[in-house]
Structure formats: structure tokens, C-alpha cells
Nanobody
Framework: QVQLVESGGGLVQAGGSLRLSCAAS????????MGWFRQAPGKEREFVAA????????YYADSVKGRFTISRDNAVNTVYLQMDSLKPEDTAVYYC????????????????WGQGTQVTVSS
């Protein structure tokens, strides 16, 4: 079965950096676009970033553009999210997800989801 396992979350001070990883199994990874979403307490899940099948195209929410970088390594079935210049408002559970054919900007376009990893940014 398909499994997505996120890692790399933690507690960091404002201005710091974290790198999230999402390891995929049970699917042909290169046939899926990949995305990162986040959900803060009391808020809806929101799009963060996405990447095309081969990694040539990337997409970002305005709130993270210029600070976060999404990348993927199809050889090891892993997608990454490098998060720099972190702010307290980036605090959330971060999820990776796969998009086979759906749109990448909303959660409805995604097929499989990981369990999430907590990112907490202190001020």
C-alpha cells in the first residue's frame, strides 16, 4: 500500500531553518506530483508548495515564496521542503501528499497523505 512518511519537524527559533523530508513507498513516485500542506490549530489545511513529476516546475503559496524551497529526488522516492527564515506563523503540522491527476493548489487534488510532522517556531 502507499505510504508517505514525513520527518524533520521540530522546535526552532524565529529566523531559523528546518528541512522536512517525505519518503514515499508503494507507488511509482515519478508519476506523481508532490505537494506540502500545513494545518495550524483551529485553521483549515492550506497549500504550501508543490513540485512537478521531474522537479522542473515548482509552485508556492505567497506566504512562503522566497523562504521555502521544495525539491525531490526520484531516485530515493523522497520530496523535501527546505524552510528558511521561519516565522511564528509558520507553526503548524506539515503534511506531504501525492497528486496524480488533480489540481495542485487545493487538497482535493491529492490522492495520498502522510501523517504529518509538527513544526513549531518560537518568537
Amino acid at each position: 500500500q502507499v505510504q508517505l512518511v514525513e520527518s524533520g519537524g521540530g522546535l526552532v527559533q524565529a529566523g531559523g531553518s528546518l528541512r522536512l523530508s517525505c519518503a514515499a513507498s508503494g507507488l511509482i513516485f515519478s508519476t506523481y506530483r508532490m505537494g506540502w500542506f500545513r494545518q495550524a490549530p483551529g485553521k483549515e489545511r492550506e497549500f504550501v508548495a508543490a513540485i512537478s513529476w521531474g522537479g522542473g516546475s515548482t509552485y508556492y503559496a505567497d506566504s512562503v515564496k522566497g523562504r521555502f524551497t521544495i525539491s525531490r529526488d526520484n531516485a530515493v522516492n523522497t520530496v523535501y521542503l527546505q524552510m528558511d527564515s521561519l516565522k511564528p506563523e509558520d507553526t503548524a503540522v506539515y503534511y506531504c501528499a501525492t497528486a496524480r491527476n488533480g489540481g495542485i493548489w487545493s487538497s482535493g487534488g491529492y490522492d495520498y497523505w502522510g501523517q504529518g510532522t509538527q513544526v513549531t517556531v518560537s518568537s
